[in-house]
């Protein structure tokens, strides 16, 4: 009975090794390996303040540290990974869900013209004609496939013009539009691209 006892302590103590390994190394390998490439990892600070959906860019405002490309700025997954989330208790649907605190280099790109490419999650997944997924990883590897945290995918909502097409998964495609943070409308993700176009 002993010689079980030790065994099971053993297999519990490795078991739980590889999870905290493998946790840990799935994680550094989600913020490394981006479509854009050139990491930017500052640390991330947590914000204080309500919604941001009031936030507006004002004068002071300092965008020239971010590069354009023509009238867009170029986003990448390296600098939406700079958000972090709070537990708060949400009345709607009466339980803890995580809010996310966006750091205050990404909230100065709170409904700027932006410019991203990522993997495109096909319509059948968002049950949309005019709504898509973006993410960083392939669909395999996405966060709806609990690999990627969800700073990993973001809501393109097209253009109400924009041109049918039909979009193949895990095609590598970079779309421009206006990027808003969500951190109120549980029915969408934390980022979305609205009025979006795929750059040709």
Known sequence: MRIYIIAFIAFCCIGFGAFWYTYNTIEAE???VTPEGAALNPEVEKSEGGSLSEFVVSEETDLSSFEKEGDFYKLDWNMLSKIDFEERYNDSIADYI???IFHP???VLNRQPVIIKGYIIP???TGSEQVLILSA?????CFF???AGPESVMDVKLRPNHPRKKFKQDAVTTFKG???LNDTDLYYLNYIL???????
């Open 105 to 107: 280099s990404l909230k």
């Open 178 to 180: 206006t990027l808003r």
């Open 98 to 100: 995580y809010y996310p």
């Open 194 to 200: 609205e009025d979006a176009e795929v750059v040709e």
């Open 145 to 147: 496939c609990g690999n």
């Open 137 to 141: 990883f392939p669909f395999t590897n």
């Open 30 to 32: 989600s913020l490394a």
């Open 123 to 125: 319509f059948e997944e």
